[in-house]
Every structure is written in structure tokens, then in C-alpha cells.
């Protein structure tokens, strides 16, 4: 058995790609003969050269088509984020009621947060199940939907408006939510088939680096509007602003490119990965799924839920109510503070994803959001600590705070990465959303608490005291996120993702292999064509209500319908997978840890080399395979020199 290889070029990937039967023996002897004999043999290699030549062509067009689709959605989602920071901004200044009404307030500020979060679960299985591109559509519909609820929104008093545009807000997010779990699968799937080495430097510069520059677009926008429609709105009621016009507009401005998109959309394709995985499993899952990943896939699990837990719950409190903080820090007045909010953004912030884009490759994931956490914990730290000499220079202050949020990158490009590597290409978008949709709840909580979290560190109101002890708080939530990022965030850089599909699918035959051995099932059972229509809900039906006797029946058919999709067709097959070892390295710091104390460093060596021998892993079956059709190639060759040397000494006669 050869050592497993590193992939790091498109030519290794698209020839790993095909499917492991494809790989194996005839598939190179029909290239060798092709290539080796008579003329018409060279021009049937060269018709297939060409074909092949033109697929690649079209598959690189596609990729580069997708590519810039994922980045005009992104900077969509990118600008309906922070589409409400300074409409917030507005309504808190022009309207007293509103100023004190924290309900309204914290809804204007989650709305958009919950419909994320839904989305990202309703999609994610969309996205695996019907295909990227159909989700991808769905949820530009679904963007541009809520954009025309905010353009319309309307009351009988402000309240009654502003909760009307809480649901549009509502509305679009679920879009928004769905852009992550159809877009960065299918774009780092498309990055697979570019270069596996710089897979994470392109996606970041797809997704992260294009939705920070929408995040500043609306309040470019949006000053632009309040210079037309809200001179002095500081004043409040009595300066005038048309709050409506702002508000509509800031709406109607989305609308342009969300249709641009939409319409764009109509031509993307699903991945070439997405694709052939879809044809090989038929758009089925089975109970095999949700056993590996509750016995293999935790520690990954956490790595990628609570990571993004708390960089959501960090971030997101802090951007709905930034402004609010800055006003109360340095004494601008509320308007101001967006202007500087603004520089704040062009002058460092919107550069650092690109720069993170350049070492999320060659630090690796892990290491890269080590140094992100590590430095947003000691930065945070450090402005509770001098908190009152910072609110002593005004100027100093902006400038830390800039410095300080900048390099949170660090964290958010590994998180938004990881769980689209981590899990293979049949569940990878579902447990995408799983992980950011379960992140994204660190965001609403964190938005809904932080006024009560201030207030009761200040006594009571929020007072400076008060948000100096919100500092101290979100310094020990980024400690603990150091903690459990160096434990739980898996390492797939330079790794392939077909090589991760192979490795779980082989990980797969050997568990049903040991199911279909511990059951006892024959061969006539495993060939059974009524196996193929279980279901794991009948199967849980029967476990809850059903007799046993129907219940071990359908279990056994169950199992068989397991060997079918796995690639089992007879007792000898499982019995040889039953066999084999099932330590499936899930590259966390923790389990290699787990390994160490429990078998020892040869131990853990031993595992980790029979996780990796798994990627390619070939059965006593396919060898027997790939050695007939060698044997059979060696007798056609022998053949037809011996009749080219007959045909030769009688030319000689």
C-alpha cells in the first residue's frame, strides 16, 4: 500500500475526482493502449484529448462565472447587514420614544439575525438535497422580497412602521442566511478543482473580503441621503428629516444589484464536486450518516459551532451598538460617529480580509485563528485596563478601537472556512448551516443582552463604568474562545476534499461492513432490491411503536440497504470491511491528545496512518478487478505482436 499523496496542483485534483473503479486498472490500460498503437488508435486519443480539452475549458468558465456570482452576492448580504446601523442611529436621535424603547430597538437589531439563522438551516439542506444553484435563486428571491417590505413599510405611528420593516428585515435575511449555505460550499468546492494549496486565500476573497465592502456601502449611502433629506437631524423632530425618504431609498438602492444577481444567478452551475457526489448517493441520506457524525464528528462540531458562537455574539453586539458606544466614549454626536465609523472602515478595516486572504494558507486554519483570538482577547483586555486614559484622548481612542476590531479577521476568515471543509461533500452545506446558524445565535443573544449586560454593570443606567465592564466581559469570551479554538478547530489546509469524500465513504463501508457481520445477513438479503426503499424514519417508527418482530425485520433490510449504498455486495465484502480499523482521525488537537493518553504516541501514530490509508483504500475486490483487466490488457498486447510479426515475415516472403 502506497503512502497517501499531497494534492496540491488541478491536475491531481481532476484526476482524483473520478470515482475510485475509475481510477483503477482499465481505465490506464485503455490510455496506454490508446496511446501505444495504431493510427486509428491516435486518432481515437486525440478526438478524446480534445473532448477532454473542451470540458476542462468549460468547467473553468463555469468556476470563473461562479466565482464573480458569489461575489455580487456577497456584497449584497454584505450591505443589508448594516443597512439598519444608521437607520437606528436616525430613529434613536429623532424620536424620544424610540430612544427609550429597548424592545423595538433590539428587534430592529435581531430581525435580521433570526431570519439569518433560520435560512441557514432551511437552506443548508436545500442546498445539498436540490442542488446550490436552485437555493442560490431562491434566495435572491427572497432578498429582493424583503427589500420591497422596506420600501413599503408603513404605520399608523412610528412604532407600527418600524416593526413593518423589522419583518422585511426578517424576510431578507432568511436570503441572506441561505448565501452561506449555497454559496461557500459551492465556491470552495469550485476552489478545489482551481488549487487545493490556495483553496482558502480565493474563498476569502470571494465571500469575507466582498461582504466588508458591502458592510461599508450603506453608510456611504445612506450620508448621502441624510445630506439630501436631514440637515441637522441631531436636533430631532424640529430639524425637519424626511426619515421615510431615508429609510425607502436606503431600501430601494438594494433592489439594483439584488436583481443584477438574481438574474446572473439563472446561469451558475452546481459544482463539478457537488455534481458527481450528487449522482453517485441519488440525493439520499441514511441513519450511517447521523451515526458517524455523533461518533466521529463532535469534536469538529464545537470547533465550528461555539467558534462562531462567540465571534457572532462579540461582533454583532458590537456593530448594532458601536455607534451608541462611541457617542458615549469620545461625546460625538450620533451622526458623527457613523462618519467615523466610516473612515474607521476605508482606512484599515476593509483591507484586512484580503490580507488574511494571503496567510489563511500558509499559517493554516488553526494557527490563523489562534493569533486572531489571542489578539482580540489581549487588545480587549487592554481597553478595559486603560479604558479611562483611552476616553481621555478622544483621538487615541478611535484609533485603538480601529487598530483593535481590525485584526478580528484573524477569527472570522477560519470560521466562515472551516465547516465548509470539514464535513464532506454530501452533508457539506447542511452542516454548514448547522454551524452558522447555531453561530448566528451568538449573535442575537448577544445583541438581545448587551443593553442589560451594561446596565448591570453600570449600576443600573448605561454609564461608562457600565460599558468598561462589558470590555471585561467580551475579554474573557475571547480567552475562552483561545481555549477552545486551539482544542476543537480542525486542520484542512493543503488537504483535498475529494480525498476527505473518499476517507468518509470508506469510513461508511466499515461500519456497515461490522453491522451487516453482527447481523448475520446472507447474500441473498444483501442483493435484496426491496432494501433500497427503508427509511430512517420507518426505521424509527417501528423502533418506537412497532412489534419487534417487524421491527428485526426491517433492520436486516435496513442494514442491506446500507451494503448496497456502500458498495457491499456479498458476506465475503463486509466481512473483509467488519475487519478493518474505524479510527477516523478528525484532525482536532484534542483527539490527536485523546490518542496520546489512551494508546500512547506509537498508538496515536498507528490511528492517524490508518485514518489516512482510508482516502485510499482499495478492496480485495477492486484489486482483483484492476489485476483481471491487466492480465486480459498483457494477452491483447501478446496478441497483437504476435500478429504484427506474422503479417511482417509475410510481407518478407
Not at 494534492?7 to 482499465?26: A, F, K, M, T
Not at 440637515?231 to 429609510?247: E, F, H, P
Not at 457537488?274 to 448517493?281: E, M, P, S, V
Request: aromatic share 14%.
Amino acid at each position: 500500500m502506497s503512502a497517501p499523496v499531497v494534492d496540491v496542483s488541478s491536475e491531481y485534483i481532476q484526476r482524483v475526482s473520478l470515482g475510485q473503479n475509475e481510477r483503477e486498472g482499465p481505465e490506464s490500460l485503455q490510455t496506454y493502449w490508446e496511446t501505444n498503437n495504431n493510427n486509428n488508435s491516435n486518432s481515437n486519443s486525440s478526438d478524446k484529448d480534445a473532448e477532454a480539452e473542451k470540458e476542462r475549458q468549460e468547467v473553468q468558465k463555469a468556476i470563473r462565472f461562479n466565482a464573480l456570482g458569489t461575489a455580487m452576492g456577497f456584497f449584497v448580504n454584505g450591505y443589508m447587514y448594516d443597512i439598519a446601523s444608521v437607520l437606528l442611529t436616525m430613529y434613536t436621535d429623532l424620536y424620544p420614544s424610540f430612544n427609550t424603547d429597548v424592545l423595538l430597538q433590539t428587534a430592529i437589531g435581531v430581525a435580521m439575525l433570526y431570519g439569518v439563522m433560520f435560512g441557514l438551516l432551511i437552506f443548508g439542506f436545500i442546498a445539498d438535497y436540490f442542488g446550490r444553484k436552485k437555493g442560490l435563486i431562491m434566495c435572491s428571491s427572497l432578498v429582493l422580497l424583503g427589500d420591497i417590505i422596506g420600501i413599503a413599510y408603513n404605520g399608523t405611528d412610528i412604532d407600527g412602521a418600524l416593526w413593518m420593516m423589522c419583518i422585511g428585515l426578517g424576510v431578507a435575511g432568511l436570503g441572506m442566511g441561505g448565501e452561506y449555505t449555497c454559496n461557500v460550499p459551492n465556491s470552495m468546492e469550485d476552489s478545489e478543482e482551481v488549487d487545493t494549496s490556495k483553496r482558502g486565500g480565493r474563498v476569502t476573497r470571494l465571500v469575507m473580503a466582498m461582504e466588508v465592502l458591502g458592510n461599508y456601502a450603506p453608510f456611504v449611502v445612506q450620508l448621502i441621503i441624510i445630506a439630501a433629506a436631514c440637515r441637522n437631524a441631531y436636533l430631532g423632530l424640529r430639524s425637519g428629516c424626511k426619515d421615510q425618504v431615508v429609510t425607502r431609498v436606503s431600501f430601494a438602492v438594494a433592489t439594483i444589484p439584488v436583481i443584477i444577481v438574481l438574474i446572473y444567478r439563472t446561469q451558475m452551475k452546481d459544482s463539478r464536486m457537488f455534481t458527481r457526489d450528487q449522482a453517485k448517493r441519488g440525493r439520499k441520506y441514511d441513519g450511517m450518516d447521523l451515526l458517524i457524525f455523533f461518533k466521529h464528528f463532535w469534536g469538529r462540531c464545537i470547533g465550528t459551532v461555539i467558534m462562531w458562537f462567540l465571534i457572532d455574539w462579540i461582533n454583532y453586539s458590537g456593530g448594532t451598538f458601536g455607534n451608541l458606544v462611541l457617542q458615549k466614549v469620545i461625546g460625538a454626536s450620533l451622526f458623527k460617529t457613523v462618519w467615523i465609523t466610516l473612515a474607521e472602515g476605508v482606512a484599515w478595516a476593509v483591507w484586512m480580509p484580503f490580507l488574511v486572504s494571503f496567510v489563511v494558507d500558509r499559517l493554516g486554519r488553526r494557527k490563523t485563528e489562534i493569533f486572531g483570538w489571542m489578539w482580540l482577547a489581549s487588545t480587549t483586555l487592554i481597553t478595559a485596563g486603560f479604558f479611562w486614559q483611552l476616553r481621555a484622548q478622544p483621538v487615541a481612542y478611535i484609533i485603538w478601537s480601529t487598530f483593535q476590531g481590525g485584526f478580528q479577521y484573524f477569527v472570522f476568515v477560519p470560521v466562515y472556512l472551516v465547516p465548509a471543509e470539514a464535513y464532506p461533500t454530501r452533508i457539506r452545506a447542511t452542516m454548514y448551516g448547522v454551524s452558522s446558524s447555531l453561530g448566528k445565535m451568538g449573535g442575537i443573544v448577544g445583541t438581545t443582552i448587551f443593553p442589560q449586560i451594561w446596565k448591570r454593570f453600570g449600576g443600573g443606567s448605561e454609564s461608562l463604568d457600565g460599558l468598561r465592564g462589558t470590555m471585561w466581559f467580551n475579554a474573557g469570551l475571547s480567552y475562552l474562545g483561545l481555549v477552545i479554538c486551539i482544542l476543537f478547530v480542525p486542520e484542512y489546509s493543503h488537504r483535498s476534499l475529494v480525498g476527505e469524500d473518499d476517507r468518509y465513504n470508506e469510513l461508511r463501508r466499515r461500519y456497515t461492513g461490522r453491522y451487516v457481520v453482527s447481523f448475520g445477513l446472507s447474500d441473498d438479503e444483501i442483493a435484496s432490491q426491496d432494501a433500497e426503499s427503508c427509511s430512517i424514519f420507518r426505521l424509527t417508527k417501528y423502533y418506537l411503536f412497532g412489534p419487534k418482530e417487524t421491527l428485526m425485520t426491517y433492520q436486516r433490510q435496513y442494514i442491506a440497504m446500507l451494503a448496497q449504498r456502500s458498495g457491499i455486495g456479498s458476506v465475503e465484502e463486509a466481512q473483509e470491511a467488519a475487519s478493518l480499523p474505524v479510527f477516523y482521525n478528525d484532525l482536532t488537537f484534542f483527539l490527536k491528545l485523546y490518542w496520546i493518553i489512551r494508546y500512547g504516541k506509537e498508538g496515536c501514530a498507528r490511528n492517524e496512518k490508518d485514518s489516512e490509508d482510508m482516502a485510499y483504500y482499495s478492496s480485495n475486490k477492486q484489486r482483483a478487478l484492476a489485476s483481471t483487466a491487466t492480465a486480459n490488457g498483457k494477452e491483447t498486447l501478446q496478441q497483437e505482436e504476435e500478429l504484427t510479426v506474422a503479417a511482417f515475415n509475410d510481407d518478407r516472403k
